[in-house]
């Protein structure tokens, strides 16, 4: 089965400074993996997108992303942060088989972005 | 532009009251799915459909109801069942021959319980 775990509830950076979201995951097979941002009252919005090519993934907004497979990790970063970062951020796994996506999100990390 | 719509934005039920919460897509898209989300608890799924007619339970299912009989359309009915029902609601779409896609989300419907 497959599970998504993203370490740090909440995240406070200074602007200016490196964002980094950390996600790790399990997966049975090889997984595809997302990052999805959510401003407050709206619905998510993909950031990014693992599909097992470049394993540096380049997103909206500067953001990236590496998958490590030895780490089982998909960290999102950002080397500078801006106000309008501040927001939360869901990683998710998916792994279907045939035409199901199922896909598992993690439980968030709400990133505020200190002037 | 091709999105999904969530209707109402803000919806207030009272005890024992049934409702109906509204998802429409114009994005050709096969799949839809119903997520229930809570503070410190990610999305959870409560629904999805694959294709027009048939849909399956997600993981917290009891107390709602979908039906699915347009693939434009995947409303989703809260009913007096359901215990704890206030929750921000959001729909998400997808391709469901490519799993590349990732979803495309709504902008959610957030109920609260009177």
């Known amino acids: 089965a497959q599970s998504v775990t993203q370490l740090g509830s909440h995240v406070s950076v200074s602007e200016g400074a490196l964002v980094l979201l950390r996600c790790n995951y399990s997966?049975?097979?090889?997984?595809?993996l997302f990052w999805y941002v959510q401003y407050p009252n709206q619905g998510l919005q993909l950031l990014l997108k693992?599909?097992?090519?470049?394993?540096l993934v380049k997103g909206i907004n500067g953001f990236e992303a590496e998958f490590k497979k030895s780490e089982t990790s998909f960290h999102l970063t950002k080397p500078s942060a801006h106000m309008s970062d501040a927001a939360e951020y869901f990683c998710?796994?998916?792994?279907?088989?045939?035409?199901?996506?199922?896909?598992?999100f993690g439980i968030g990390t709400k990133l505020q972005v200190i002037p | 532009d091709g999105g999904i719509t969530q209707s109402p934005k803000y919806l207030f039920r009272k005890e024992g009251q049934n409702v109906t919460l509204s998802c429409e897509q114009n994005?050709?898209?096969?799949?839809m799915y119903w997520y229930r989300q809570d503070p410190g608890q990610g999305l959870r799924l409560i629904y999805y459909?694959?294709?027009?007619?048939?849909?399956q339970k997600g993981d917290i299912a009891e107390g709602y109801s979908v039906s699915r009989e347009k693939k434009e359309s995947f409303p989703l009915t809260v009913t007096s069942a359901q215990k704890n029902p206030t929750a921000f609601y959001l729909c998400?779409?997808?391709?469901?021959?490519?799993?590349?896609?990732?979803?495309?989300f709504g902008s959610g419907t957030r109920l609260t319980v009177v």
């Open positions: 459909s694959q294709i027009v007619n048939d849909f």
């Open positions: 998400a779409s997808s391709t469901w021959t490519d799993r590349n896609y990732g979803y495309t």
């Open positions: 693992y599909t097992s090519a470049a394993t």
């Open positions: 998710a796994v998916s792994e279907g088989s045939g035409g199901y996506q199922k896909v598992t």
């Open positions: 994005l050709n898209h096969d799949a």
């Open positions: 997966s049975s097979v090889p997984p595809y």
